[in-house]
C-alpha cells in the first residue's frame, strides 16, 4: 500500500510504500531534546520502502550521536526523516505527522535511543528502519 504526502509547504514530497496498512504501524516518539522541540513521531518498517522528492534543497542536521541525518524542509523547517547508510543502503524513518491529516495513526510509544551506545543504536536501526530512496526533482 502506498501513502503520499508532504512537508508543510509541498516543496518536499514523500511516498511510504508498506506491506500492509499504514494504521497497523506504532508511531515511535523519541524523547530526546531535538526530537521534542520539533515534535516528531516516527514511522518505519523493516519491510517498506520511503521515496523522498525534493523539490527545493534539503538540510542535513545531525544530532545526539550524529550518526543518522535529519532531512529538513529549507522552506518550511520541517523534519520530513531521519536517515542513516547501513550495510550499503539509506535506511530510515519518516516524520509520522506529515500522515497524520490523512490517515489516523496509533498512539506513539515513547522511545529513548539516547540511552542507547551508538552500536546499539546502529543495531536497532538496521532492524526497524526501512530503505529510503531521494530524488532531487
Known amino acids: 500500500m502506498k501513502y503520499s504526502s508532504s512537508c508543510q509547504c509541498a516543496k518536499v514530497g514523500v511516498v511510504l510504500s508498506l506491506p500492509h496498512s499504514i494504521e497497523r504501524l506504532e508511531p515511535r516518539k523519541c524523547d530526546c531534546d531535538?526530537?521534542?522541540?520539533h515534535e516528531?513521531?516516527?514511522?518505519?518498517?523493516?519491510d517498506g520502502e520511503l521515496s523522498i522528492?525534493?523539490?527545493g534543497a534539503l538540510k542535513q542536521l545531525k544530532q545526539g550521536?550524529?550518526?543518522?541525518?535529519?532531512?529538513?524542509?529549507r522552506s518550511c523547517n520541517q523534519i520530513v526523516a531521519v536517515t542513516?547508510?547501513?550495510?550499503?543502503?539509506?535506511?530510515g524513518a519518516v516524520?509520522?505527522?506529515l500522515f497524520t491529516k490523512n490517515?489516523?495513526?496509533?498512539?506513539?510509544?515513547?522511545?529513548?535511543?539516547k540511552t542507547l551506545s551508538p552500536e546499539k543504536k546502529r543495531d536497532r536501526w538496521a532492524t526497524a528502519w526501512l530503505n529510503v530512496n531521494f530524488n532531487a526533482g
Request: glycine share 4%; proline share 4%; charged share 20%.
Open 34 to 37: 531535538f526530537c521534542k522541540s
Open 40 to 46: 516528531l513521531i516516527y514511522l518505519s518498517e523493516p
Open 53 to 55: 522528492e525534493a523539490h
Open 65 to 73: 550521536s550524529e550518526q543518522a541525518t535529519f532531512w529538513q524542509c
Open 84 to 91: 542513516m547508510a547501513l550495510d550499503g543502503q539509506i535506511k
Open 95 to 97: 516524520n509520522g505527522n
Open 103 to 113: 490517515w489516523r495513526l496509533k498512539n506513539s510509544v515513547i522511545v529513548s535511543p
